[in-house]
């Protein structure tokens, strides 16, 4: 396919230089070649070719499997990712017999910044492809099927539902056109019950995640909880008509419980290096994991890795910020080490992430 396609190319542009007098090279001949094979893509199938869809087929098969093994996460029922993973393959392949690069992804930065996960299992996807099948894999192969995982997380997400008592003036009737209003745009909340603010004190508030204080927009008043409980429930007050910034307020407090629980269990004191003495990112690398080593958060295969995964495909957020990680299966907790230069402003921090 792609010999004939590269003839029709050759055909079409000799046909341009002698009508228009123009002058076309190689490499727009590769990339002609490569838009018309690209165009024989539609509605998620790819041009049927016997043993070789087949071959993509298996190859993204055994992809979705080894992430299973490494991270014991199924996406094999996902079909939108497996034709996704599949189209690209059949584009990467074509792409090396052409010498043709893709050029960066879009919204890279932010995959790699807020969807490492996603970001993980392409850098093993692509691992797979250059290892085993001889991929010439690039920086910007990694990006485009880490945005493939990144829109499969976002569709098998589950949010986890946080038990919630809103706190407002008024009757029956505004009890309920708030409840269905905050059912309606925060589904990831239980409403344990909605009530005034006399009768919160009243409530068991052991195990309520937050509370929702909702006050007239132009009478904004505090909150007070009994003494036992002051401290221990956040409380989020926001105006009673629940505008869209309310929403955004609330959803960003549900956002920061996601977050911050696991994020706290996973930074030890003892691996956090202030003042290190190095002068570059490696030898800084090197002292993080020794101590973790040492401290028996890591096993030497698990260094190992962390050093090799960061050879695979920097792991640099920004000029500032990197997080080396390693992407082996590990019975120990996910853990963080991290330190910083006095002499140089970049940190630097090791993550040991269990599947």
Known sequence: MIKKTYCICEEL????????????????KRYLAYLLIGSSY?????????????FFEEMTDEMLFRIQEVYDV????????????IQHIYSAFHRFQLHISVGNPPLISLIKSQYIEAYNYSVLCCSI??????????????GYVALHFAAAMERSGESEHYRVIAVCGGGFGTYNFLRAKLSRYL???????????????NHDLTDIDFIIHMTAPNYPSDLTLPAH???????????ELLTEDDIAVITDCINYFNDFAYLQSLFREELFLAGLEVESKREA??????IMLREGHITADTKEAIFKREKVSTTEINELVAIPHSILPLELQ???????????????GAMAKSS
């Open 334 to 348: 996910s853990v963080i080490g991290g330190g910083y230069s006095q002499r140089t402003p970049p940190g630097v």
């Open 285 to 290: 690398l090197e002292q993080i994991t020794n």
């Open 13 to 28: 542009l000799s046909y341009l230089e002698d009508s228009c007098r123009l002058r076309f090279g190689e490499q727009e």
């Open 129 to 142: 492809l250059q290892d085993s099948y001889y991929f010439n894999i690039t920086e910007d192969d990694i």
């Open 42 to 54: 539609r509605g998620g199938e790819i041009p049927s070719d016997g043993q070789m869809n087949v």
């Open 229 to 239: 409980h002051s401290g221990r429930v956040p409380v989020v007050t926001v105006n």
């Open 187 to 201: 589904p990831n909340i239980a409403i344990i019950d909605i009530c005034s603010s006399f009768e919160i004190n």
């Open 74 to 85: 199924d996406f094999s029922t996902d079909e939108i990712l497996r034709k996704g993973l």
